[in-house]
Nanobody, 123 residues
Framework: QVQLVESGGGLVQAGGSLKLTCTASERIFRTYTGWFRQTPGQEREFVAAITWSDENTSYADSVKGRFTISTVNGRNTVVLQMDSLKAEDTAVYYC?????????????????WGRGTQVTVSS
């Protein structure tokens, strides 16, 4: 069973930065890797995604210009660089991998999920 492991969450002041990483336990076929976030009582929300084939990126409007998604380590690790953080970015952040061509902003399009990492931004 493939495992996705997120790291890099923590507590930061508003305006600060954090870098999240997501590494798969083995190389798997994927069409794209995405990051989602969730707060208590809310649905999981799309944050960003990167396409495996051409590394094309997509972002939610709420993070565009502040977050950057990229790959390293032969594209086995996906990085989410988060700058100019706001209190409303506070959430549990999840990494996910899709093996289909579904709509990348929908959580239902993803086949594998990590356990999540907490990001807390103090105002």
């Amino acid at each position: 069973q493939v495992q996705l492991v997120e790291s890099g969450g923590g507590l930061v002041q508003a305006g600060g930065s954090l870098k999240l990483t997501c590494t798969a336990s083995e190389r798997i076929f994927r069409t794209y890797t995405g990051w989602f976030r969730q707060t208590p009582g809310q649905e999981r929300e799309f944050v960003a995604a990167i396409t495996w084939s051409d590394e094309n990126t997509s972002y939610a409007d709420s993070v565009k210009g502040r977050f950057t998604i990229s790959t390293v380590n032969g594209r086995n690790t996906v990085v989410l660089q988060m700058d100019s953080l706001k209190a409303e970015d506070t959430a549990v952040y999840y990494c996910a991998v899709s093996q289909n061509d579904g709509r990348k902003w929908l959580s239902s399009a993803y086949d594998y999920w990590g356990r999540g990492t907490q990001v807390t931004v103090s105002s």
